[in-house]
């Protein structure tokens, strides 16, 4: 991967001097064209051993574009809000929205890499961290950022010799630190490693770009023209359809679905509502200031029908925690900050932090329901949502998140009798809109909907539980409980 | 003030079962109400001594209103990423949006309270930090926030009473700890500081309310009512005018302004600019590495006439800093999220931490020069915000925030001059807009609003630096030579 770029590529001081206006001048109006489409962003990852000139060209992109609208960001320590969330919190932090540019310094890539170089994880850990990275630019080339990933090499003999040159020169020589000299002594497994993750990662929607990095003009024009051509080509073409659907998911023959099979009779009677609440709500409200929680934090997510009685539950469930504790997400139409950017951002910056619970009335699920049935988004983009969600999960369970997903569900004619009930009630017809009913029209779209994506959402870590409905209390109680029991066996 | 708090006040049973039911949905009406008017946020402060029920009356308001629309925040330790900033920066991350209750426990008031109860502050650093507090609540009051402030008070013996029996309840016993009881022996003196505290912070737009802790049905329906009282009040009426504005800038008899007498006439020659730039750049880049500025953070603002070549000076800046440490931030139109936040917030969310620079091409001064001009806010609006500026830029510096504020200016010729150029040169049209010829059309106008912004937002801290920019080399070099000497002076 590295051999083209060791054998000393340089450009004459005459052809860039000749060359760099003229590409300055097309990167610019390039940039200006993006910002004005502001239909994708740009991503570019540097990264590289050290003395290869990363810092310089971070620089040099900055001067040839316009700086006002590139955020470029350097991944140094963690700051303790990011050390209390999924690993990739702070990446998706850094995304710049459409039409812009972010130059990431590192990267995602560095922190894998460097943990593989000093031991501190093993050969598995190393290639599931690259899996992480592979999934994550799928999504975001999926929801349709340019990716430019540049790896700047150098030859070990020419990394010393450049390390040196640094040192001997006053003006540089606080650039070289301790750190270069030990990481130099790594060299060669530094190489080793980085070279298998480059190759693990590099896709053709997010290929790396290896640059040799001893020649500063070749470095330069190299990357600017990189990113030249492509915004170009980009800003001239289509949004390329990355993972298209192989196939759709079909309703089974027998026309069984677990909606159907559900048992939609038990009832609980309400003095023995009262008492089970009392105790359930008590053994949350224990278990949520239970010492361990402190390492945990409690994502629950609602999901339902039109008048399955979310709000009721939730209000159950806020009524045994502490209000210092939880925060309660409503998900509507996503604002223009979020719709800049890709579609699990505006869930992930709201993820609570340890110690803490986050609810959701509502929740990217929206993509495989209301998305899918309403046409909102393509095939494709709901399609590939399956998997995004369950990588999502995945990445809190990880991070000590624990995952409980409720699908209230009711029968149709419980539906109605509860659409008129709030109609004629004067307190509830704000619950009631001429949306609900649309909705209710497409019940079976809605029904083909969920069940496609229990199937494909279900996990050992994050379970969908699903709640038949019609009996308010009992649903309320079996949320409570599993609640109770999904904590208990966390902690 | 705490004299009407320490008479037993009490609710008896039946009269709150009578009273809560309907208590209720009024509460949640209004709340509905609130959440489709978005016409402004409603901020509700809980703070008091220990054990008189802070806690429970914020969970019974989650209960009783729709936890989904409150935003409930404790203020526990704060992460290094708030105490990198000012200290109210982690304050205007809780604020909710318009169309929601933010409930904020302790709100800005406990730390400085507490602070001087334990001797880390003196009696000064305790009234300044009461002033800050009255600045902002009267900021926000003038963005069209509701502030309530309940403060739960007990009688020195009815809080040892109340402690001991948590105590002896092993359900509650995990609620006191040794904080408690060591709170306790300070309670006399917590009481005097909290009294003067309260005084101070106390007023119309942002009144206290003190709440007898002892008896929860009395504390609960206290605070209900209050809030409905409120809320109902302020949904039938009009925003109420806060800061009236008693009489607007006038210009100077004799016509004469700072503009007016600046020299215009200075030129730099390609080859000494070509020198000096360089000299300037390296110095620039030396201090922006300097130990001491990893303590500090550097604040630029760009405004000037268009045209006035704000975007290449922040180049010339930018060139001499490292992409990974200055994010530019241009400003323009507010999103639709910042549009539901007080005015300053989007300024605050770009806040540098330690170490960094943020240059703002444009900023908040955009209130009082085209906000002022093209009549975007009221008169009130842009009066008062000399004020909140002058104190947001006073928070900065106190942060270890160099602030420095260039106004780029050229002559109406010039401008024109500018302008004819961008339209003839191919790759500069997109620079030029009606809106350009627009505003150019209110030079006098806007020479008069800047004027006024000079005279009343230029003080020690942050002074405004005058920039001639007829001749574009000698204004870059002028403002790299200042932002050395401002870096220079603050290391």
């Known amino acids: 991967m590295f051999e083209s770029a060791e054998i000393g590529h340089r450009i004459a001081k005459r052809e860039y001097d000749g060359t760099v206006p003229k590409l300055r001048e097309a990167l610019l109006k390039a940039q200006y064209d993006l910002l004005a489409d502001r239909g994708f962003p740009v991503i570019i990852i540097i990264g590289g051993v050290d003395g290869a000139g990363k810092g310089e060209t971070v620089n040099i992109l900055n001067e040839w574009m316009d700086p006002r609208h590139i955020h470029t960001h350097a991944f140094a320590e963690m700051s303790d809000e990011e050390r209390e969330r999924p690993r990739m919190w702070r990446y998706w932090r850094a995304l710049p929205p459409k039409g812009r540019i972010g130059i990431l310094f590192g990267g995602w890539h560095t922190d894998p890499i460097v943990n593989r170089v000093i031991g501190r994880t093993d050969a598995n850990e190393m290639r599931l961290a690259m899996e992480e990275i592979v999934h994550f630019e799928r999504m975001l080339a999926d929801e349709g950022a340019l990716i430019l990933k540049f790896w700047f090499h150098l030859s070990k003999k020419a990394q010393r010799t450049r390390l040196k040159a640094l040192e001997a020169d006053p003006k540089t020589r606080w650039r070289v630190t301790d750190t270069d000299w030990e990481r130099f002594k790594l060299y060669d497994r530094f190489r080793k490693v980085s070279e298998s993750a480059l190759r693990e990662t590099s896709t053709g929607y997010a290929p790396w770009i290896v640059v040799e ?74 278990l949520s200031r239970h010492k361990k929680f402190s390492q945990k934090s409690l994502i629950v997510v609602f999901e339902g029908a039109d008048a399955a009685g979310k709000g009721g539950a939730i209000r159950r469930v806020t009524g045994a925690l502490d209000a210092r504790h ?129 199937e494909r959402t279900s996990n050992d870590q994050a379970p969908w539980v699903l709640i038949p409905a019609n009996d308010k209390y009992s649903a309320r109680i079996r949320i409570l409980q599993t609640l109770c029991e999904r904590l208990e066996a966390a902690l």
């Open 213 to 286: 990095g001893s020649d500063p003009n070749y470095r330069y024009v190299t990357v600017g023209r990189t990113v030249l051509d492509a915004l170009k080509k980009r800003l001239a073409g289509k949004r390329p359809a990355v993972s298209r659907a192989a196939a759709l998911p079909e309703p089974a023959l027998d026309g069984r679905t677990v909606l159907s099979s559900l048992d939609y009779t038990s009832t609980l009677a309400h003095k023995a509502y009262g008492k089970k609440l009392e105790k359930y709500q008590g053994q949350l409200n224990l």
């Open 326 to 454: 939880y925060q309660v997400t409503p998900v509507a139409a996503p604002t223009e900050e979020e719709r800049a950017q890709p579609y699990l951002w505006r869930f992930w910056r709201h993820l609570p932090r340890k110690g803490r619970v986050t609810i959701f009335d509502r929740s990217w699920y929206g993509r495989v329901l209301v998305e899918r049935v309403e046409k909102f988004c393509s095939e494709e983009d709901w399609m590939r949502a399956f998997h995004e969600i369950n990588d999502f999960e995945a990445q809190l369970a990880e991070a000590g998140g624990v995952v409980v997903k409720f699908w209230l569900t009711i029968t149709k004619e419980e539906q109605l009798r509860r659409f008129r009930e709030r109609e004629k009630t004067p307190f509830k017809t704000f619950k009631i809109t001429a949306e609900d009913w649309r909705n209710r029209k497409k019940w079976d779209d809605y029904e083909r909907a969920v069940c496609d994506m229990i």
